[in-house]
């Protein structure tokens, strides 16, 4: 609001000596504003730009959000550590320390933050400890453990004593059949490759964290490709990111989509089925932000079908079927 109306200072300023309307309406508050709340807005602007650009990175809805949540709180925190300290502008750093106040009530302590915040920055290969904090490399064992344990299938080694255990039996009831008391090498060296796999999945994560952090253009770094790349690598963590790249830091997009319902459910449309609705949703959604142009002009399939109506129904009839097409 404040860049829009610094674009018309001057027909404001023009406004205050040709229009009395304009002037009596700012009379509670001493008049219309002067050179120095105009100053002010400018200063203002330039202040509130920064927050208004994280806002959009966390409304964002296609692409990932959740790793650039951690970075960009600190970021606001050094922003209005820098403005208080400053003396340069009172007016400014008076608002500062009151952003400040409200910043530390709700994400003043680091205890404060969801855990999978934390996460999401570890599981960014640009960052990964970077900020070197034993806690998150905690979080990130202990979901990884979870993860395990969750689906043996994607962890390949939590159920490493039960692989292959009733062929062994069999080899084993075999051996003392033809008199062989010990196993067969091919069975020892099966065995031996299972234990050293479940090892490999246990260091997984001190695997992930050893390797140097990828040194990449913020812009050009896809980081759902990077994981997809990298899924045979790190099975588990793989998984995790899947997740916890899911989560959006902000409910702008999902509640702009939604807040569509309102005007699809109505008094003429209010038989529609919950799926009907949802798809009705969903569908507009994806439409705005589809990269394919919808085709606007007829295709020669519609022009023959049109012309046929035309010469059996008359040209009214080719009128409300184009109409409702």
Known sequence: MLESAL?????FERMEDDDQHYVSYFKEDGGPPNSDDWENANVFVLFLKSFYDIILKFSGSMYVTSNLYFHEMCSIHSDLTSLIESSDDLVLSKMATSMKNKYDKYWGSIDRLNNLLLISVILDPRYKLKYKSEKMKNLLIRLYEYYKDLDTKIGGCGSSSDVGKSSIVDSRKFDKKVGFS???????????????????????????????????DDDDFEILAWWKMNSIKYRVLSHIAKDVFAIPISTVASESA????????????SS????????????????????????????????EFYEAMMSEFGSSATTEAMTLD
């Open 7 to 11: 674009k018309f200072q001057k027909a």
């Open 272 to 303: 529609l089925s919950p799926k009907m609705v949802e798809a009705l949703i969903c569908s507009q959604n994806w439409l705005l932000h589809t990269f394919v142009p919808l085709q606007d002009e007829p295709t020669m399939e519609e022009l």
């Open 182 to 216: 010990k196993l067969s090498s091919v069975a020892k060296f099966k065995q031996r490759i299972r234990k050293y796999d479940c090892v490999e999945m246990k260091n997984e994560v001190e695997r992930y964290l050893l390797e140097p952090c990828e040194h990449v």
């Open 258 to 269: 939604f807040s569509t319902g309102g005007r699809i459910i109505d008094s003429f449309r």
